[in-house]
């Protein structure tokens, strides 16, 4: 596709249901990434991927929190029994492996827990 | 592993220099990138500079780095009101590593 996609753009969920945010990348992008964005909290990273293996998973917050990536193209983040402390936006991007490695990102999927 | 911190807020008036400023902690760091969130947008790739440079020019932004001290500078010539925005600084080792942004604001 043009650009990285993410979906869907808003999830409103209730605390202790299960959420699955998804990310389309940049075809032919090899490097997934995917980050939170709370307010004040600037860009914490989650995880990455290098084609379908997470080589640094020590962003994820808790063991409620996985992710992972078929084809060395979709991904999906899931959250399980979610918390109010989840509510946040959460960024996709992605990249060509390479020397410099430019991120291009997704417009992110704002959830909220209520 | 990584940690990159700047601060959070600077107020520029519409005309002058800003200056955005931005320190690192791993000294293996191959690339140092600033990266650009308007309201309401995503996030844009703005400028970054290999590691074995000391400064990049692109129009009216300048990076310095200085790797002795791990501190990395965005300098914005003739700031206008086009550049209110937050500004994230990130470095690269095996993966990209973001700060908490500082916000820039324009004062007429």
């Known amino acids: 596709g043009a650009g990285v996609s993410q979906s869907p753009s808003n999830k409103v969920t209730e605390k202790g249901k299960d959420v699955e945010l998804r990310c389309d990348p940049i075809?032919?992008?090899?490097?997934l990434y995917w980050y939170r964005q709370s307010l004040g909290q600037g860009l914490e990273f989650l995880i990455y991927?290098?084609?379908?293996?997470?080589?640094?998973k020590s962003g994820l917050p808790s063991d409620r929190f996985s992710a992972e990536r078929t084809g060395g193209s979709v991904s999906t983040l899931t959250i399980q029994r979610t918390q109010q402390e989840d509510s946040a936006v959460y960024l996709c991007a992605s990249s060509l492996i390479g020397r410099d490695e430019k991120l291009f990102f997704g417009s992110g999927t704002q959830l909220s827990v209520l | 592993g990584e940690d990159v911190e700047q601060s959070l807020f600077l107020s520029v008036r519409e005309g002058d220099s800003s200056v955005i400023n931005c320190t690192y902690t791993d000294s293996s760091s191959t690339y140092l990138y600033w990266y650009k969130q308007e309201p309401g947008a995503g996030l844009q790739l703005l400028t970054y500079?290999?590691?074995?440079?000391d400064m990049k020019q692109d129009q009216r932004l300048t990076v310095l780095l200085n790797k002795k001290d791990k501190h990395l500078s965005l300098r914005i010539a003739d700031t206008q009101t086009g550049d209110s925005a937050i500004y994230f600084c990130?470095?690269?080792?095996?993966?990209?590593?973001f700060g908490k942004g500082t916000r820039l604001h324009i004062l007429p």
């Open positions: 991927f290098q084609g379908n293996s997470a080589p640094d």
């Open positions: 075809s032919g992008h090899t490097a």
């Open positions: 990130a470095g690269r080792t095996d993966k990209i590593i």
């Open positions: 500079i290999f590691s074995n440079m």
